[in-house]
């Protein structure tokens, strides 16, 4: 198994971290955070599904039944090889929407100790205010229960963290900001 041994980076080295959690736990928004505060590529399991599955706009429903034909027909590691392929390796990269512990093989073999996971953690209740698309939440958790999103608790152990989205934008921007800044420092 790959290590998460930050004091295997050079603070100079690009990151790589990906993003799990469950759906409404904030992948998204730490994503495009920090693409958008410390300049790193965005990429996102879905844009690549997308892509594949070439719809313009697939919607949330297709992109997970297409993401569980691929994981059930054993075409996870195609899939992420096709992400990986996107990548800029020169460029640190924020990669939303890790979702099975073959997405955390793949990404640590190509990007070595460079990789890290970092798992998002919110209650259903929280998740489900975060998704006006689910009119109950009941219906949120009864799409965290389709078999494409089965295996994302099975990522938390592999994470070199785990952050808590319980509170205010503000306050989960800061915990990332305090993630890359322990990062940068090799710690």
Not at 43 to 56: F, I, T
Not at 72 to 96: C, F, H, K, P, Y
């Amino acid at each position: 198994m790959p290590s998460q041994d930050p004091s295997r980076h050079s603070p100079t080295d690009n990151v790589f971290v990906g993003f799990a959690g469950h759906i409404g736990a904030g992948k998204t928004s730490a994503a495009q955070y920090l693409s958008e505060k410390y300049g790193f590529q965005y990429k996102r399991y879905s844009q690549v599904l997308g892509d594949w599955l070439a719809s313009e706009s697939p919607d949330p429903e297709d992109l997970q039944q297409f993401g569980w034909k691929v994981m059930a027909g054993g075409r996870q590691v195609e899939l992420n090889a096709r992400l990986i392929a996107t990548l800029d390796r020169s460029r640190s990269a924020a990669i939303d929407g890790l979702r099975h512990p073959i997405d955390f093989h793949c990404l640590s073999y190509a990007f070595g100790p460079s990789f890290r996971l970092v798992f998002l953690d919110a209650a259903a209740g929280t998740r489900f205010k975060r998704k006006p698309r689910f009119s109950t939440c009941d219906a949120l958790l009864a799409t965290d229960s389709q078999p494409v999103e089965s295996y994302i608790d099975s990522l938390r152990p592999l994470a070199a963290a785990t952050i808590s989205n319980e509170e205010s934008l503000e306050s989960f921007y800061q915990r990332l900001d305090g993630w890359v800044a322990a990062y940068e420092k090799g710690e």
